[in-house]
Each structure stands twice: as C-alpha cells, then as structure tokens.
C-alpha cells in the first residue's frame, strides 16, 4: 500500500513537499517514482530513484525545481517541488516497482497510491 501526503493549493513560484509511505511488502532494492496526470491530459512519469538510489529525471517541463528522495528503509518516498508553476497543477501519484531499475512505463509498477492534488495559481 502507498499513501500519499503534502499536496495542496499553492502560488506560483512557492514549494510543496510530498511524501509517500509504503506498507506491506517492501524491499530497499524496489525503484519508486513519481507520476502526476494533468487535468485532460495522461499520466506521466515526472522523476523516479532506483534500487540503488539513482535517480531519473523524466518531466524535462520542471527544469531541476523538482527532486526526489528516499529515506534509508527505502518506505517512505519524497518530492521536493520549488518554484511551482500553473503547468504543474495536477494530481500526482507514487508508484513502486518490484525491481531495482526504473522506468517509464505505468504497467511496470506493481504498486500505486491514490495520489495528492497539486494546484499552482499565478
């Protein structure tokens, strides 16, 4: 189970922190990312750190203002988001893969939370 935390309304150019806490079955070498899904448009991979604490940056829309982290146990997932823009309004989603390499692909992730709305007013 994946829980999700930290969303909310915001102005632009502030800072939100998510969290993700994972329950259940977990391994330190599963790959966790973050997802977001804007309103009409598809989910997408924004940033994910691997097994071995890499991370990829996929949503090249948010320029390095975002990063992504994970505590020691490997449960609990973070995303630092500075300088929010209106284009980032979404509700986003952590996801957990059983296997140390990330990816891109939704199918690939074994596990899902429920996801935390986002919302950047100008």
């Known amino acids: 189970q994946l829980v999700e935390s930290g969303g909310g309304s915001v102005q632009a150019g502030e800072s939100l922190r998510l969290s993700c806490v994972a329950s259940?079955?977990?391994?330190?070498?599963?790959?966790m990312a973050w997802f977001r899904q804007a309103p009409g448009k598809e989910r997408e991979v924004v940033l994910c750190i691997d097994g071995s604490g890499v991370r990829s940056n996929y949503a090249y829309s948010q320029e390095g203002r975002f990063h992504i982290s994970r505590d020691n146990d490997g449960n609990t997932l973070y995303m630092q988001m500075d300088r929010l823009k209106p284009d980032d309004t979404a509700v986003y989603y952590c996801?957990?893969?059983?296997?140390?390499?990330?990816?891109?692909?939704?199918?690939?992730?074994?596990?899902w939370g429920r996801g935390t709305q986002v919302t950047v007013s100008s």
């Open positions: 259940g079955f977990t391994s330190k070498t599963d790959s």
């Open positions: 996801a957990r893969r059983q296997a140390p390499d990330c990816s891109t692909y939704m199918e690939d992730y074994d596990f």
